[in-house]
Each structure stands twice: as structure tokens, then as C-alpha cells.
């Protein structure tokens, strides 16, 4: 939320997306001098005793907000965002026996992470998908499961289509010792995991925890260096930023881990997991509840098990031309960023952790008030 000259402007963009404004207020504050070193984050060296403390402190942070165990993880601030962690994982993971992932596909962004992995090996679907129709998650009795898998990928919540697993991971089907593989990037930080049931988990920080430029990528200690293919990129390679100095191989995106780090630690002050996750229930569920209440003019498409709680679609009347409408006029009433994403066309409110309540009651306010205007 931002206060301009004349009115609060709430920012429902799915990436990069809205922070906190004590965070950003306080990135402002250290721009020019980063506390009395003489310098600004942007100016430092990735190998100055200042950044050092400032990485070390995020991970920190993370570990301690994420209740991440103390050993068996690394965590990385890898570049590329999530993107190329999926050309990363099958290099890291299919230099042994096993040759092919194996990916659950549930929207566009688990769509992209296979299409990459086939640029190198022979990936197979646990759900085939035809058609792009990616409003739900098929009956776990349909999802056909290879043993012979080096891993089991999938995607936690799909930014683009609103498809979110509920509070857990069905674990119980992922075969025995094959590494689960989970990209988390648009609800990571607003519930709790169960690392003991993954292998890597990886997600890009511009949803919920920092300005796009990072991806926040914890792989198991047992998953580095053991099955990497010998082809693999120098910065693919998980093995060399684990033995690099600082586990920085090359020169990282030193402001963005910066801003990550201020707002990991604001999450674990305003009351980390238990008040983030009470918090985006109480807003998805003031918004789907509208929406539902008025599904003769509101409408949001995906399975009522698998709506998410961070990115909900919908749509005004199916009508592109009422939807212009809409969105041109609630971005006149400082709601910014409504459109839906270019592939799927209609509306999308992402809704964050650093979304206030306020700025949901001001867009169902909206919704109500134009609604009654354009019966």
C-alpha cells in the first residue's frame, strides 16, 4: 500500500509485487549510508565483511522464521529466479542411474519447469493436461506415478491460474527415497512447511518476501554434488556455490537479498507463520466470499479445493469489454495491477502477505459499488 497525494493505492500485482511499507521505509532510510558504514547496500562489495552480515542474517532470519532444521539444508540466494531452477534441477539431479523427473502439471508455471526438463531428458507427467484448462488438481487415483523417477516435481501454487494445494502435499504418494521437488514461489512464507518431507524446495522472492532478482532455492544436503550430470552449467552447478566463500560463487543480487532480509525479518515481528497464515485466510476468504455471493455478475473458475489463497482469478460477467471497464476504473480508485495474466485473459487480485486487510475490503467495496452501477 502506498499513500500518494490524494488517495491510498493498493497494489495487487502478482510480481513484483506489494511489501511492507515499515520495509520499504526502511530500505529508504539506508539508501545513501547502510548503518554508518559510508555506503549503500548497492555500492558494496559481495565480499565485505558488511554484506557478508547482511546475507548471513537473512538466512538467518529465513531459517528461523521458515523453522527450518539447523543441519541437512543448505540454503542459497541463487540469480535466475525460479525460472532457472528449472533448467537447474534436472542437471543437478539426473547425473546418476535414474534419468527422468517426473512432473505433476497443474498450470503454467509446473507447464514450464517440464518443458525445460525436456530440453535434456525425457520427463513424464504424472496428470497429463491437454487444452491449458488448469482449474483444478485430477483425484490422486488418476496421477500415474513412476517409481523409476529420480524425482517428483511439482508446483506448490500456480501464480497464473489460482491453483493452490491445500495445507499439505498428499506425501504419502511420493515413491519411497525419490526426492520431492516443490517450486513454492508464489505462497512461500505464508504457511509452515515439513522439510522432512522434501528434497528442494525453490521460489523466486518477488511474491512474498523481497523484489524480484533472488530466488530463494533450500536443497538437501544429500541432493548436492551426487547426481549431477558432468554437463552442467557453472551456474547451474548447486555444488559450487555450496563449497564457494559465503556460498556466493559469483556476485549475487546484493540489494534484493538486502530487502529480502528487512522483510524476513519483519515477518518474524509481526508474528511470523501462525499470523501470516491466519492472515491470508482471513483475506482469500473475504474476497472468494464476495465473489461467490454474487456469482451472477463475479465468477472465479478453479475447483473450491484447490483455490488459492495469494493469486485469485476471476471474471466480470465473461465480458472483455465490462472488464476494461473494471479495470480502467478501479485503477482510477487506486486499485492497481487487476488484469489478469495475458494467457488467460479476464481479472486477478494477488493478495500477498504484505497486502493489507484494508486493501481487500477497499477492492470488494469496489466490486460492490460497480456492480450496482452496471447491472
Known amino acids: 500500500m502506498v499513500e500518494s497525494a490524494t488517495k491510498k493505492i493498493f497494489n495487487f500485482s502478482a510480481g513484483p509485487c506489494v511489501l511492507p511499507q515499515e520495509v520499504l521505509k526502511q530500505a529508504q532510510a539506508e539508501m545513501l549510508d547502510w548503518r554508518g558504514s559510508g555506503v549503500s547496500v548497492m555500492e558494496m562489495s559481495h565480499r565485505s565483511k558488511e554484506f557478508i552480515e547482511i546475507a548471513e542474517t537473512a538466512e538467518r532470519d529465513f531459517r528461523e522464521l521458515m523453522d527450518l532444521p539447523k543441519t541437512g539444508y543448505q540454503v542459497f540466494f541463487f540469480q535466475g ?49 491437454s487444452g491449458g484448462k488448469f482449474n483444478t488438481v485430477a483425484p490422486s487415483a488418476d496421477w500415474q506415478i513412476s517409481k523409476e523417477a529420480a524425482y517428483f516435481h511439482y508446483c506448490d501454487n500456480e501464480t497464473i491460474h489460482g491453483v493452490e494445494f491445500p495445507q499439505e502435499f498428499p506425501f504419502d504418494l511420493v515413491p519411497e527415497g525419490q526426492p520431492l521437488i516443490c517450486d513454492m514461489s508464489s505462497n512461500f512464507c505464508s504457511r ?41 552449467p557453472l551456474l547451474f552447478d548447486w555444488k559450487q556455490f555450496r563449497d564457494a566463500p559465503t556460498k556466493m560463487h559469483n556476485t549475487p543480487a546484493c540489494y534484493p537479498i538486502y530487502v529480502a ?5 519483519y515477518m518474524k515481528r509481526i508474528g511470523g507463520l501462525p499470523h501470516l497464515e491466519a492472515e491470508a485466510k482471513r483475506k482469500s476468504s473475504l474476497l472468494y466470499d464476495f465473489i461467490d455471493a ?23 460477467k465473461k465480458d472483455d469489454k465490462l472488464e476494461a471497464k473494471f479495470l480502467k476504473e478501479a485503477q482510477e480508485h487506486g486499485l492497481i495491477e487487476l488484469k489478469g495474466h495475458r494467457s488467460v485473459g479476464g481479472c486477478r487480485a494477488s493478495i500477498y502477505n504484505a497486502m493489507p486487510y484494508e486493501g481487500v475490503e477497499a477492492l470488494v467495496n469496489f466490486m460492490k459499488k460497480f456492480r450496482d452501477e452496471n447491472q
Open 192 to 232: 509452515p512447511v515439513s522439510w522432512d518431507k522434501y528434497g528442494v524446495v525453490y521460489a523466486g522472492a518477488q511474491k512474498n518476501v523481497g523484489p524480484a532478482g533472488v530466488c530463494i532455492s533450500v536443497i538437501r544436503d544429500d541432493l548436492i554434488g551426487t547426481h549431477m550430470r558432468k554437463d552442467t
Open 294 to 316: 454474487s456469482s451472477e455478475y463475479y465468477s472465479n473458475p478453479v475447483d473450491v479445493k484447490y483455490r488459492s489463497r495469494m493469486n485469485i482469478p476471476f471474471r466480470v
Open 261 to 265: 532480509g528487512l522483510n524476513l525479518a
Open 81 to 129: 529466479g525460479a525460472s532457472m531452477q528449472f533448467s537447474a534441477i534436472p542437471y543437478n539431479l539426473l547425473g546418476g542411474e535414474k534419468k527422468f523427473g517426473q512432473y505433476l502439471t497443474t498450470g503454467a508455471w509446473s507447464e514450464s519447469a517440464i518443458k525445460e526438463a525436456k530440453k535434456i531428458s525425457s520427463p513424464v507427467e504424472i496428470w497429463p493436461t
